[in-house]
């Protein structure tokens, strides 16, 4: 490996060849500001903030986008160097809204952020400022193109990770805005609703559909049941909100806080995980049996449902028809749970908490509405919401004393919590396959060959001589990959995990947005991987570690839903799915 | 291939784009095939920059970003005679502004817009590089050269009575 | 003879040149301008007419031949006869109804019209005209000039000028001859010989020889081709010429350019076939690299190091060469006419190009406003490949090279080298982040090499008459000549081409004839909306890329504007800047931003709106827009403003302190009234005036409601009897 050796201030540099000025002055502790720079996508070099001197050179150069070279002598910070930085900013804010105190993003905002840094106290060059529609017509990620500073990093990630390619730059110079094709609604749109775009935005151009005032509404109803049921992906980032530990999770505290929230009754998503596992077990039996439909493609992600009904309609009859866990438990609370307690369905309202923006749209779906009419899950809040709720209620998350989910819809085995972890789904459904198939106990239970990070992971699996040709991929650029290989026939899959978002639910598109000052980017790899690390620790310390050892779900089945695949967990845990327009041009 | 779904876009459109399917880089010619759209309905209509991206699978809202940053392209009809009044250097100092006025005060429309008739459309446009000949404007395919504004009234009245005829 | 070349002269000798020859068939030929500026002038009715004469006068020895533009626009449509043994004469303004007469008196009368030639000394039928090339031709007398001594000789024996015009001479490409100090060269038309000679009685034996007793001097006669050979044959003396020197436009309205016959007589492709005959692709490199030929696309990056990247930083077998044809500069029109005029030179330059990197395919962008030049280009390209010049196995010699056209769509951004690739690829045309330069990673992320239009052009002439003698045109630092399109207020509006190191003055005054009405002279705009408008103590400013730069302005790709005392400045600086604020791609933010801020202050003075403060803004955010845009778009964005604040500041403070417009330019600092003396009260303005705030009934003096008045004009620009004026 080669080294370059440059001088930044004042200071002696040698990196690695290849890295960027901006790599380079960060390893002395030179912090050039920097707003369109994201780290995990490709680099844009547009909004010119990071621009530093280079001896040398007339004009200022992008720190982000200059690779270093041996012999530069580099200024990161001079008079003119903040004057410009600063009349950039103030550019930006010139043609933005006045509204930072109401905005959703207020303190947590990339452009506020540097505007307070760099010292934007005056406007200089004030004039007109763009005007555009509110877009809300989607019901879960809603864009506000008059907050938009056209970084890009939206475009960027919804074509180089999710390979949707709603959103592109439209018309040019002051006029340019990002939008979905014919400056359609998004409602209108290929767009799958994963919220990735809400999560790389600096500013609020991109937020999701805030329903907490829906949700405080049934609390406060005095005729409604109110049951809150929380994904295991929650637990993993609730605490970001209060600026605690990674790596760790918060169950407890998460179920306290919700009982103080004044939720009735306070259920595990994990547990209708474990239900996924039996159903999706069951099919996949029955088809490996028949032949029919193979592989067969997990469903439990519901930006991946919008892709596959966008995207590849002809795949459609390989997506397993299970609801996905958030469905099934809102549909058992309307349903075993009424009856378990003598209430009227009608009288108990579901507000279900995710890491998940598109799981706001599949709550609206007419296939997950009961025969009487009214839908299953009530309310959808993601991460972020519950913690704004939280301390608007004036709960101290961090003081809060751990307590335990309510019963019969909140025990689960440790499958369930991986569920939130790309690979999870794999790695609990080859636990139970390998028992049902082979008959006996399973000794090693970590399937380390499906954990898929790096976001796209094949294996085949010997399960005692069958062999099971798996494959993991979360990042919808890299289920591509998988579905091409499928459609060729290049390789035959069995079962087939896909996941939406990169790095799976723990870094769904309603996660926790790390603090600005951080410069932690949702996408980060570390990020993602400590998360995951809380799942599986859960995981580990539980002795309830199969779902098909679950004992609330061999309740269920016995005193409710019979057996796997009946006809009346046909009924109640599956769906089926249709060919969406306007198609997606992959 | 998308031969047997029915296309609004014309055969040899859809022929073209086909050809350019069989070459190297086929989402390349995605500005020829847009030029070539133009060309015959007299501007791009989302339908057909619908079915453009679909035949070159090329994602639609790339298409659409491409149609909105060239400014030769329209994504509105226009009038059957499309007026150009250049607003090049060379015109502009020879006095194209007045021109312009005379045109919009004559026709009742501002720049961008059609008359109620569908007859005249008036928009400015880039140096068509006639530059000696200043102010000129182009209507349709014909070059009008050194227009002074007294002359617009003229302009419009021949066209007028051509169509009549 | 080796094979390349021997089979180029066999494509040469199977072309039926003499057909159209004058002087050994006996044909006449009315050669009519065909390019976008003439047919906007009405050429090709002209054309029309000419054909419906010769038909009726069943002669069969009259041909009509279409040409490119002669760069003459102001004087268009130009109709050239060319009659056997006779100087050519060229009428300006040719319209329909002059057509017959120019047909009766010269075509078939022998008398040409004098009234309508195009310039008034070529009303006088010379015997010979004589040209020097410019040499420091060390016998000359230090007061004379190598013409005037000639002139001198003559008038010793006894030669009228009236007989004999003699011109100062120029670069007309008479290759290695041009070379010392030692010998003078000249041509002598129209027999058109060159001569050679080293002392002033060798001068006074040619004079008695030739002029006098009209045989060919044999001993100092020499034999070479001429790069413009056919240039004085077909032009003769016309003033507008003078002072110019025509290397790529050296073709342009001579040839036809549909015409590959005509271009291969005028030394077409030769240099192609020299090179593939050569077979050492180093060697051209080298060649362009010792010619100091720079980018006339704006840049003036040199060419020869651009081709030596592109061929050696990456080793990769697909490479691309690209010709940037989106000439996107307002008042800019130099390519068209190249394109239009001699297509073919543009395909042979980018073939030597593509020889020399290594690339097999090559792409001219250009753009969709130009029909005409597409056309011509889509025909050469067509007939090249039918003849072997591209294609596969070009000439036999192994190498396979072919064109596509791909064309613009209205975005002048385009025409900065990342958003053209971005353009070629299908994409929007924004540009990105360099380095890499495309020379390294460009379209598809191949090697791609890219020059404008007239560089390509300059590349034949590099190769046949070598590096010297293009590096010996020109000043230190920019060699050869360049092409501006002159325009404004200037009396020979059109296209110009002169050694680099000609001056302002020279171009403006000498060859563009003055200011317009021979109002008082302002500023020249060089480099389009990226350059900067001159003013008048800077009119000896030289013409090269380091001079234009020093002065605020740029060469750019060769628009050049003249302002006069009418124009103002603040305006102009507006009217650049709108321009670039409306191109502008949107990427990155100081242009996007900076130039939408920088236009609203401009609009501020302009409606007597702004404070002194505004002033210190537009410096501030036009400095920080130079120096942080992603592009060169951006970075030069502000040049027009911050060189019209450098030169005419008193004008914009005027503007700022007194709201006034010295000019009278900016309507909403002006108002217009009736003088009363003059208004007949005919109530055109009345009716025109679109918000109806005309008072005064027929035959009675109107009057303006003031405070109804947008000042659009109208009732000014209608007034029959100048009876409104403007304060």
């Keep these: 490996m080669k080294y370059i050796n440059a001088v930044i201030d004042g200071l002696s540099v040698s990196v690695e060849e290849g890295k960027t000025i901006m790599e380079a002055a960060d390893s002395i502790g030179s912090h050039v500001p920097r707003l369109c720079f994201h780290p995990f996508l490709s680099t844009e070099g547009a909004c010119r903030i990071c621009v530093v001197d280079v001896e040398g050179y007339n004009n200022h150069l992008p720190a982000c986008a200059t690779k270093l070279q041996d012999g530069m002598i580099i200024t990161t910070n001079s008079p003119s160097l903040r004057e410009t930085r600063r009349d950039l900013v103030e550019l930006l804010l010139d043609n933005h809204p006045k509204n930072c105190l109401t905005c959703e993003r207020d303190g947590n905002c990339e452009l506020q952020n540097l505007s307070y840094k760099l010292g934007v106290r005056e406007r200089l060059f004030e004039g007109w400022r763009k005007e555009f529609k509110f877009d809300d017509s989607n019901v879960s990620v809603l864009r506000d193109a008059e907050k938009c500073i056209l970084c890009k990093r939206c475009v960027r990630v919804c074509s180089e990770i999710q390979g949707v390619h709603n959103l592109s730059q439209m018309y040019r110079g002051v006029q340019t805005v990002v939008s979905p094709a014919f400056m359609a609604p998004m409602d209108e749109s290929v767009c799958i609703k994963c919220g990735q775009c809400i999560n790389v935005c600096p500013t609020a151009a991109f937020i999701e559909r805030d329903e907490t005032d829906k949700v405080w509404e049934a609390i406060n109803d005095p005729n409604k049941f109110v049951?809150?049921?929380?994904?295991?992906?929650?637990?993993?980032?609730?605490?970001?909100?209060?600026?605690?530990?990674?790596?760790?999770?918060?169950?407890?505290?998460?179920?306290?806080?919700?009982?103080?929230?004044?939720?009735?009754?306070?259920?595990?998503?994990d547990f209708t995980a474990d239900l996924t596992i039996m159903e999706e077990s069951h099919e996949l039996m029955e088809r490996l049996k028949s032949g029919e439909n193979l592989p067969m493609i997990t469903s439990c992600s519901p930006g991946w449902i919008n892709f596959v009904e966008h995207f590849y309609p002809e795949l459609l009859p390989n997506v397993s028809s299970c609801k996905s866990p958030m469905q099934m438990l809102s549909t058992l609370a309307k349903t075993y749970y009424a009856e378990k307690m003598h209430k009227d369905p009608k009288d108990i309202y579901v507000v279900a908490v995710m890491p998940c923006v598109a799981k706001k749209f599949e709550a609206t779906r007419p296939e997950h509405f009961s025969p009487n009419g009214y839908p299953y899950t009530d309310a959808v809040l993601t991460t972020r919401e519950l913690i704004w709720m939280i301390k608007a209620y004036g709960i101290d998350f961090v003081k809060l004393h751990e307590d335990e989910f309510d019963v019969p819809l909140g025990t689960s085995s440790g499958a369930g919590d991986i569920f939130g972890a790309t690979g999870g789904v794999m790695e609990a459904a080859l636990r139970t396959a390998y028992e049902k198939i082979t008959g006996e106990s399973i000794e090693n239970l970590t399937f380390t060959e499906v954990r898929a990070v790096e976001g796209l992971r094949e294996a085949t699996i010997d399960i005692k001589g069958t062999l099971v040709n798996v494959a993991v991929a979360n990042g919808l650029n890299n289920a591509k990959i998988i579905l091409e290989k499928v459609k060729s026939g290049e390789k035959q899959f069995h079962l087939i995990e896909i996941m939406a978002c990169p790095g799976g639910c723990v870094n769904g598109g309603g996660q926790p947005i790390p603090h600005v000052n951080k410069f932690i980017y949702p996408l980060d790899k570390d990020l993602v991987k400590k998360r995951q690390q809380a799942l599986y620790t859960i995981d580990e310390a539980k002795t309830l570690r199969k779902s098909h050892e679950n004992p609330a779900i061999l309740e269920l089945y016995k005193e409710f839903l019979e057996a796997p695949g009946s006809h009346i967990a046909h009924e109640l845990l599956h769906t089926t799915y249709s060919e969406k327009s306007p198609k997606g041009i992959k | 291939m998308c031969t047997n779904k029915k296309y609004t876009l014309s055969d040899e459109i859809v022929d073209y784009i086909n050809e350019c399917l069989s070459k190297e880089?086929?989402?390349?010619?995605?500005?020829?095939?847009?030029?070539?759209?133009?060309?015959?309905?007299?501007?791009?209509?989302?339908?057909?920059?619908?079915?453009?991206?679909?035949?070159?699978?090329?994602?639609?809202?790339?298409?659409?970003?491409?149609?909105?940053?060239?400014?030769?392209?329209?994504?509105?009809?226009?009038?059957?005679?499309?007026?150009?009044?250049?607003?090049?250097?060379?015109?502009?100092?020879?006095?194209?502004?007045?021109?312009?006025?005379?045109?919009?005060?004559?026709?009742?429309?501002?720049?961008?817009?059609?008359?109620?008739?569908?007859?005249?459309?008036?928009?400015?446009?880039?140096?068509?590089?006639?530059?000696?000949?200043?102010?000129?404007?182009?209507?349709?395919?014909?070059?009008?050269?050194?227009?002074?504004?007294?002359?617009?009234?003229?302009?419009?009245?021949?066209?007028?009575?051509?169509?009549?005829? | 003879m080796p094979e390349i070349l021997k089979k180029y002269g066999k494509i040469k000798e199977t072309l039926d040149y003499a057909s159209t020859d004058v002087k050994s068939t006996g044909i006449t030929v009315i050669q009519v301008g065909s390019a976008t500026c003439e047919n906007a002038a009405g050429a090709e009715a002209v054309k029309f007419e000419f054909q419906k004469l010769i038909n009726a006068s069943g002669r069969d020895n009259i041909v009509i031949k279409q040409t490119g533009c002669t760069g003459r626009c102001s004087q268009e449509p130009i109709v050239g006869v060319f009659a056997p043994d006779n100087f050519p004469v060229k009428y300006k303004q040719v319209t329909v109804d002059?057509?017959?007469?120019?047909?009766?008196?010269?075509?078939?009368?022998?008398?040409?019209?004098?009234?309508?030639?195009?310039?008034?000394?070529?009303?006088?039928?010379?015997?010979?005209?004589?040209?020097?090339?410019?040499?420091?031709?060390?016998?000359?007398?230090?007061?004379?000039?190598?013409?005037?001594?000639?002139?001198?000789?003559?008038?010793?024996?006894?030669?009228?000028?009236?007989?004999?015009?003699?011109l100062k001479g120029g670069n007309i490409g008479l290759s290695r001859f041009e070379d010392d100090d030692q010998h003078a060269v000249m041509i002598v038309f129209p027999e058109n010989v060159i001569y050679r000679y080293e002392t002033v009685e060798a001068m006074?034996?040619?004079?008695?020889?030739?002029?006098?007793?009209?045989?060919?001097?044999?001993?100092?006669?020499?034999?070479?081709?001429?790069?413009?050979?056919?240039?004085?044959?077909?032009?003769?003396?016309?003033?507008?010429?003078?002072?110019?020197s025509r290397i790529t436009l050296r073709n342009c309205g001579i040839i036809d350019p549909e015409n590959i016959t005509d271009y291969i007589h005028a030394q077409g492709f030769k240099a192609l076939a020299l090179i593939l005959e050569k077979n050492d692709p180093e060697w051209i490199i080298n060649e362009i690299l010792d010619s100091g030929l720079r980018g006339r696309g704006g840049g003036g990056f040199p060419v020869g190091a651009k081709w030596r990247n592109t061929r050696t930083l990456k080793q990769d077998p697909i490479k691309y060469v690209i010709c940037n044809a989106d000439e996107g500069d307002p008042g800019a029109f130099m390519d068209r006419s190249a394109l239009e005029g001699d297509p073919f030179s543009i395909i042979e330059g980018m073939t030597i190009g593509a020889f020399s990197m290594g690339a097999s395919k090559g792409y001219l962008y250009i753009r969709a406003e130009y029909p005409l030049a597409i056309a011509r280009i889509e025909n050469a390209i067509k007939i090249a490949r039918e003849y072997g010049f591209l294609g596969k196995d070009i000439l036999g010699s192994g190498f396979d090279f072919d064109l596509e056209i791909r064309l613009g769509a209205g975005a002048f951004v385009c025409g900065e080298e990342t958003a053209l690739i971005h353009s070629i690829e299908g994409l929007r045309g924004q540009p990105r982040i360099r380095p890499p330069y495309p020379s390294l990673s460009g379209l598809w992320g191949h090697p791609t090499c890219i020059n404008n239009v007239e560089t390509w052009a300059n590349i034949p002439p590099i190769i046949i008459y070598g590096a010297e003698w293009f590096n010996r045109i020109g000043t230190v630092g920019s060699k050869g000549t360049k092409v501006f399109a002159l325009a404004g207020k200037v009396k020979n509006t059109g296209l110009i081409e002169v050694p680099m190191g000609t001056t302002l003055r020279e171009v403006i005054f000498d060859i563009g004839g003055g200011v317009f009405g021979d109002n008082q002279f302002k500023a020249v705009q060089t480099g389009g909306p990226s350059g900067g408008c001159i003013p008048e103590h800077l009119i000896d400013t030289p013409i090269d890329y380091e001079s234009l730069k020093e002065v605020g302005s740029m060469m750019g790709s060769g628009g050049m504007i003249v302002l006069d005392h009418t124009d103002c400045m603040v305006q102009t600086a507006r009217y650049f800047l709108e321009f670039t604020q409306d191109e502008s791609c949107g990427k990155c933010l100081p242009c996007r931003e900076g130039t939408l801020r920088m236009l609203e202050i401009l609009e501020r003075i302009t409606t007597g709106q702004a404070v002194m403060a505004d002033l210190d803004k537009l410096y501030r955010l036009g400095n920080m827009i130079k120096k942080t845009s992603l592009c060169g778009l951006g970075q030069s964005a502000p040049n027009p403003v911050l060189s019209a604040i450098e030169n005419f500041r008193e004008e914009f403070e005027i503007h700022i302190k007194e709201h006034r417009c010295p000019t009278q330019k900016c309507s909403k600092l002006i108002s217009y009234h009736v003088i009363a003396d003059k208004c007949t009260g005919c109530t055109l303005c009345a009716r025109r005036c679109p918000v109806l705030c005309i008072t005064g009934g027929r035959k009675q003096v109107h009057e303006i409601i003031q405070s109804q008045c947008i000042k659009c004009g109208e009732c000014f620009n209608v007034c029959k009897f100048d009876a409104i004026q403007k304060i």
Excluded at chain 1, 234 to 249: F, H, K, L, N, Q
Excluded at chain 2, 47 to 70: M, R, S
Excluded at chain 3, 224 to 236: A, C, D, P, Q, S
Aim: hydrophobic fraction near 40%; include cysteine; aromatic fraction near 10%.
């Design chain 3, 204 to 244: 006074d034996e040619i004079i008695k020889e030739h002029i006098i007793d009209k045989t060919i001097n044999q001993k100092y006669l020499i034999h070479t081709e001429k790069l413009t050979e056919e240039y004085m044959k077909f032009y003769g003396d016309v003033s507008f010429f003078n002072k110019q």
């Design chain 1, 227 to 269: 049951v809150v049921q929380t994904a295991p992906a929650i637990r993993s980032a609730i605490g970001e909100g209060w600026d605690m530990p990674y790596s760790t999770s918060w169950t407890g505290k998460t179920v306290t806080a919700l009982r103080r929230l004044g939720f009735d009754a306070v259920f595990d998503t």
């Design chain 2, 25 to 165: 880089h086929p989402e390349s010619y995605l500005i020829a095939i847009l030029h070539k759209v133009q060309g015959i309905y007299g501007f791009l209509s989302e339908i057909h920059l619908d079915e453009v991206a679909h035949l070159l699978q090329v994602p639609t809202a790339n298409v659409y970003g491409v149609a909105t940053f060239y400014h030769y392209f329209r994504l509105k009809p226009r009038g059957q005679f499309a007026i150009s009044v250049c607003m090049g250097t060379a015109c502009f100092v020879k006095g194209a502004d007045s021109v312009l006025t005379s045109f919009k005060s004559e026709l009742g429309i501002d720049m961008g817009e059609t008359t109620s008739d569908g007859l005249f459309s008036l928009e400015g446009t880039r140096c068509i590089g006639v530059c000696a000949l200043a102010p000129v404007v182009t209507i349709n395919d014909r070059v009008y050269s050194n227009v002074v504004s007294q002359q617009v009234s003229q302009i419009l009245n021949e066209i007028k009575a051509a169509e009549r005829v």
């Design chain 3, 98 to 166: 002059k057509v017959a007469e120019i047909f009766q008196s010269h075509v078939l009368g022998g008398t040409p019209v004098v009234s309508l030639m195009l310039d008034k000394n070529t009303n006088i039928i010379y015997d010979h005209i004589i040209t020097f090339c410019e040499t420091n031709y060390e016998k000359r007398p230090d007061h004379l000039e190598l013409s005037e001594l000639f002139q001198e000789r003559l008038a010793h024996h006894g030669i009228s000028n009236e007989r004999v015009r003699v």
